[in-house]
């Protein structure tokens, strides 16, 4: 395994800790450290929207908190956001980043990703051990960003130092388990200077990984810190940085059997691993600059940059069809063996790698927001500028050869095949964008919302080698992207209706399956429209949400060309319409907390002759349920207990639907105790998932023209201890 560089000197972690890892139901949304709730509570805000409470937004929002995310000790952002029954896996793979989908929709690991609210790629790895919550805007990504699928837009949000100057920071986290990882982790924060200007906050983190699936080890490193200067009354200037390593070996999907769907197998073998396998790699440096200045009347103006350096080396041994590209006759002629594996179970091995991948990604944005009285209507006004480019540096070519042949069954024939041949491709994205949101108080229960987003965008992508690409494109334009909200407050209950529109810039994946690899294939416009009821009382023990929603987009599909040869293609339309439900029951000893969605997803208006999509789309769930109940022993203060169940309905795998993958039902439970050892405070938790240790397919995605097959993961078990000295 290589060795990194930047945590070279790194200290590896051998200590198993025996009882402990993360509570208190499956955690959503909390109101303290300890008491985790599926929906908002009031106090919760949302980056980009003042002192509004998420609850008095005329949209869907979900925060996860820092104490839920050390609860679930959560490692990826994945962990956190499928306790949300909007969200789903789309194309998760083990050991890669994370890939989700909200309210069916794919997010874009390139735009629908926010860090301190500005933008970032997701097309690493993000460590979570820094992260103080994580906010889902659900739908109207508009809203916040010039250009991203819809369904929702994810933002981080880091840890800070303590705002109070005698609070200080000191907790010692170790974990075990989820296979054999071991995880140590600092935080530490406070307060110094004259007059205690000066804060800080500190996190390390190293955990070796060995989990469940076999042959799939690797390690993972963190170092952050951020700071911030109470410059005079009314001014602070603050900054973060954080840099990540981590490398493992990969994991590939399983597929149908010849046009079968077979049945689920065992989620701990890694199907692909070769004695040649190399790991991936995944770095990243990530830091910002903010200068926050109280101006006078009530006004505020925010200045901040932020930077991102990513370096990967993308490395994965997968199967692929069955000798789909070595002109070898093919077992069935009726049978496309370049989409799935054969009905023996054997599939050709494939060696990806694609060293020294390069993204940059730099944004400024400075906004000011403040109140005036126009008439007798206040105006919440807030105006917004940014600048931001992204660049991919991609070395000339990639690997992406076959390299034997495998089974289902066990057993490989095969040799590294590691010489580039396929040409990368790189591109170059700039946007200026001027925004204005404003929230008008028409009485003290009726408040109207609107803002608008201009965005002014220069995208150019190109092949490197061995000569340019003549189907790459430049593409720049304009577009105004709007944005309008109702909400009534009714007793203790909040009705609200939305409507936004939202811009994605689509282009064919970087890959040689395409006859139009890298080509940027035109501007598309979203659009959301939501209708909402919730309960919005602080002092109640029962909290609900409702909603309706519709989402449209324009659809991309990939028409074969020929067996294993496609052409990406922007054509017909794709909406979505569904109902969120939520509530959540308190009691002294009790909580109770559920989340549904149903969703009806269709494709329409495409000019299609050769079947190359259907009417719905694939793997995409009808109907998904998250659910926990907990109990507080009244015996035993510092104990609690709970069970979590997850459920998600059927989905497509084919295109035609005659193959669906069956739903599936997992349980869940949790422990959580707070004490003292040797009178340092301490909270000893342990999580068991999927009980049952029930075999079942997980997600069914179609990827490069292929059917995938993940498997769930088996009943699995953390454990966690957090000193806080």
């Excluded at 929709?105 to 735009?111: C, G, M, P, S, V």
């Excluded at 639907?657 to 301490?682: E, H, M, R």
């Amino acid at each position: 395994m290589a060795k990194h560089s930047l945590f070279s000197k790194a200290t590896r972690v051998h200590a198993a800790v025996a009882l402990c890892v993360a509570s208190c139901s499956s955690a959503w949304a909390q109101q303290t450290p300890t008491e985790i709730t599926i929906t908002d509570t009031l106090p919760s805000h949302v980056s980009g929207f003042d002192d509004v409470p998420a609850q008095a937004l005329p949209f869907s929002t979900t925060i996860i908190t820092n104490a839920t995310l050390q609860d679930i000790v959560a490692q990826r952002v994945s962990d956190a956001l499928r306790l949300d029954a909007s969200v789903s896996d789309s194309y998760n793979s083990p050991a890669y980043w994370d890939i989700l989908s909200v309210r069916g929709f794919t997010l874009d690991n390139r735009y629908n990703y926010r860090r301190e609210g500005l933008p970032i790629s997701a097309e690493t790895i993000i460590l979570m051990d820094n992260k103080e919550r994580i906010e889902l805007l659900k739908g109207t990504s508009g809203i916040q960003a010039g250009t991203s699928a819809p369904g929702g837009l994810v933002n981080y949000v880091v840890k800070r130092a303590p705002t109070d100057a005698e609070q200080k920071i000191r907790n010692l986290t170790f974990s075990y388990g989820q296979g054999n990882n071991r995880l140590a982790a600092a935080d530490l924060g406070g307060r110094f200077g004259a007059v205690s200007e000066f804060g800080y906050r500190f996190n390390v983190a190293h955990e070796d990984l060995d989990p469940y699936i076999k042959d799939t080890k690797g390690h993972r490193d963190l170092v952050a810190l951020a700071m911030d200067w109470r410059l005079k009354p009314g001014t602070v200037i603050d900054f973060e940085i954080e840099q990540s390593h981590r490398e493992q070996m990969g994991v590939n999907g399983y597929s149908l059997l010849g046009g079968v769907l077979p049945s689920p197998v065992d989620p701990r073998v890694n199907l692909t691993r070769q004695y040649w396998t190399q790991p991936g790699v995944f770095d990243a440096m990530t830091g910002s600059m903010r200068l926050r200045q109280e101006l006078d009347a009530g006004w505020h103006w925010t200045t901040q940059y932020g930077a991102q350096r990513l370096k990967t080396d993308d490395r994965l041994t997968y199967g692929f069809g069955y000798n789909c590209y070595q002109g070898i006759q093919k077992p069935s002629s009726n049978l496309n063996l370049c989409s799935q594996f054969t009905p023996d179970g054997k599939f050709e091995i494939d060696d990806y790698r694609s060293n020294n991948e390069r993204r940059i990604i730099d944004a400024i944005q400075s906004d000011v927001s403040g109140s005036v009285h126009i008439g007798s209507l206040q105006h919440n006004l807030t105006f917004e500028v940014i600048r931001q480019r992204q660049l991919d540096r991609f070395p000339p070519q990639q690997a992406w050869n076959a390299a034997g042949e495998g089974s289902v069954y066990g057993g490989s024939t095969s040799s590294a095949a590691p010489d580039p041949t396929y040409p990368n491709t790189n591109r170059s994205e700039y946007s200026n964008e001027f925004s204005v949101k404003d929230h008008v108080e028409i009485s003290s229960s009726t408040a109207l919302w609107g803002g608008l987003r201009h965005v002014s965008f220069n995208k150019a992508s190109s092949q490197n080698a061995p000569t340019p690409n003549t189907n790459a494109k430049v593409m720049q334009g304009d577009i105004n992207l709007p944005w309008v909200g109702i909400s009534k407050k009714l007793a203790h209950v909040l009705v609200y209706a939305s409507h936004g529109h939202g811009l994605e810039q689509n282009a064919t994946p970087n890959s040689g399956i395409f006859a139009n690899p890298g080509e940027t294939l035109g501007v598309g416009r979203s659009r959301q429209s939501e209708l909402g009821i919730r309960n919005i009382a602080a002092s109640n023990q029962a909290h609900w949400n409702a909603a309706l929603f519709q989402i449209e987009r324009p659809l991309t599909y990939d028409e074969e060309l020929s067996p294993g040869y496609f052409q990406r293609r922007m054509d017909g339309k794709q909406t979505h319409q569904g109902i969120d439900l939520g509530a959540d029951i308190t009691s002294s000893q009790w909580k109770i907390g559920v989340q549904t969605q149903w969703l009806e997803a269709k494709i329409s208006d495409v000019e299609q002759t050769s079947g190359a999509v259907g009417s719905t789309p694939l793997n995409v769930p009808k109907f998904v349920l998250r659910g926990m109940a907990e109990y507080r022993y009244t015996s035993i203060p510092s104990l609690r207990t709970g069970i979590r169940v997850s459920h998600e309905g059927k989905r497509n795998v084919t295109e035609d639907g005659n193959i669906q993958l069956p739903a599936w039902t997992t349980f869940g439970a949790n422990a959580y105790y707070d004490t003292k050892v040797n009178n340092i405070a301490s909270t000893w938790s342990l999580m068991f998932d999927n009980l049952e240790d029930k075999r079942y397919w997980r997600e069914s995605p179609k990827q490069f023209g292929h059917y995938y097959l993940y498997p769930g993961a088996p009943r699995t078990l953390r454990a966690t201890v957090q000193f806080h000295l």
